[in-house]
């Protein structure tokens, strides 16, 4: 009787050891948890600047004349790909990309990428008035016309705002050492440049009629319809 007794209480403590154990790797498996938990956006957060540094190149030197360079141009798409597979759905990336695709002798995949920005935002009007030059140069007057009355359609206010507030554009500024006036002056001379080519489309479709209600609508095209000769201004693209 006494050999059972005292294997029970044997057994008791073997399982109150058990327990305990269990207790303690379960609280530490908790522990360690909420600890991987806090820890690992900021882990995550390291890693990502860390693939993006190695991707980097001189956004001082993102310049046409630059992605005409085939190196360079794998360079500044690899960069901006990276951050848009990260960021997907910003159109600021896409804007960019279409540019550098632009200027890398790519005008189909540019087209492409301004197509996502402008999906991607009502105040992306960098993104309809890029897509409306590739339109222009390539004698598609009816969809370009298209594209820049849905430029000018864009608040300046609210077109600004959405420049001004894009952590990617914000990049580009800062490496160029743009100021946020040089910004507004530029984003105002392209309204007023959409608006020259608004009537230049409408003109070489012979729709004179409808050119003259829109003036009605658009100051700047209408200071362009009464404007006597004064060509297109030059098709390059509009990227800050």
Not at 170 to 180: D, G, K, L, T
């Amino acid at each position: 009787m006494g050999a059972v007794l005292v294997g029970l209480k044997d057994g008791l403590v073997t399982t109150r050891l058990k327990v305990a154990a269990l207790i303690v790797i379960a609280a530490g498996t908790l522990y360690a948890w909420q600890g991987l938990w806090r820890e690992y956006p900021k882990a995550r957060e390291g890693l990502y600047s860390r693939r993006i540094d190695s991707y980097m190149p001189d956004l001082t030197a993102l310049r046409p004349e630059t992605l005409r360079h085939p190196r360079e141009a794998a360079r500044y798409l690899a960069y901006y790909q990276l951050i848009g597979r990260e960021a997907s759905g910003t159109s600021g990336v896409s804007e960019l990309l279409g540019y550098c695709s632009y200027y890398s002798g790519d005008a189909a995949g540019a087209a492409g990428y301004f197509g996502q920005a402008l999906r991607s935002s009502s105040d992306a009007f960098a993104a309809r008035y890029n897509a409306g030059i590739l339109c222009f140069l390539r004698k598609d007057y009816a969809r370009a016309a298209e594209y820049f009355q849905q430029a000018v359609a864009v608040p300046q206010g609210r077109a600004f705002a959405y420049v001004m507030g894009s952590k990617v554009f914000s990049q580009f500024r800062v490496a160029n050492r743009i100021a946020p006036s040089e910004t507004l002056v530029r984003l105002q001379r392209a309204y007023g440049d959409a608006a020259l080519f608004i009537k230049a489309c409408l003109e070489e479709q012979g729709r004179s009629g409808e050119l003259m209600l829109l003036a009605v609508r658009y100051n700047e095209l209408r200071k362009a319809w009464s404007a006597n000769g004064g060509g297109v201004p030059a098709a390059g693209l509009l990227v800050f």
